[in-house]
């Protein structure tokens, strides 16, 4: 019998160990988009119109490091709207530990902005994206979207910024992110900022948990776009838990 290279039993990992195997690469001179999902084994993104029915402790696991080692957590309004966002709630001494390593965190243990992506600034600014944070989430939006909306979510502590004139290209948005000097992206979905900065192929890599269940319905996939296209993908490690959850991270090929 062989052994699958790069399969890891997640028990027994330490956190330290878990930074390294998800670390970022170290010199970053561009930001670097890493998306990270769930799905059923069926390939649904959602159980009852929400991501939180698949979910498991594993998931959990690697959603919570992930947060502790992004700069930025990327998400589109849909997904905001839909799971009621609220800020990041990262373990400071975790997130100063990895600033010291060089892996990412912050020096004061803060944790990394929420950064919503939205054309219309369709967000409400009484909402826990506003309210449960302890960094002001960034508001990416548009010249055309209503000024009186943008000055809402301004004066509920947003900071708001347009990067685009009726919608953010995936371009524009990355640019946005590299001048704030957030290069560690987390794109957290929803499927249609995923699909969308696919097909602009500006996702370096995916973060996969299969939930081990199949779900009935209709439930979307993780990616949704206009066009057929494909992007060639590299496994860098799967992690198994026992019960049944499955961690995988692609790289782009390039
Ligand atoms: N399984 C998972 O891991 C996972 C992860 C995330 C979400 N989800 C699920 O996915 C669903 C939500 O995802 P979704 O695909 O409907 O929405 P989404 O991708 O989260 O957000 C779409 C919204 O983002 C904004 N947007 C997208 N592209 C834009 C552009 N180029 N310029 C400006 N704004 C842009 C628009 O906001 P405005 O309409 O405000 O203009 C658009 O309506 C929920 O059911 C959620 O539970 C699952």
Partial sequence: MQRIRNAIQLTGLSQGELADLYSYPAQLDAPWVRANF??????AATSGGLSEGLGTPADKTVFLILRELADVILVGAGTVRAENYGGAHTDPPRRR??????????????????AVLTASASVEPGSRLCTDATVPPLIITTAAAPQERKQR???????????????????ALLRTLDELGLRRVLCEGGPHLFGEMLEADAVDELCLTTAPMLVGGAGRRISLSAHDFRTLMARKHILLDDDGTVLTRWVRRR
């Fill in 153 to 171: 979510l301004t004066d509920a502590g947003a900071r708001v910024i347009e990067a685009g004139d009726i919608a953010v290209t995936p371009k």
């Fill in 38 to 43: 769930i799905s059923s084994i069926d390939g």
């Fill in 97 to 114: 530990s990895l600033y010291d390593r060089g892996l990412g965190g912050e020096r004061d243990g803060a944790p990394p902005p929420i």
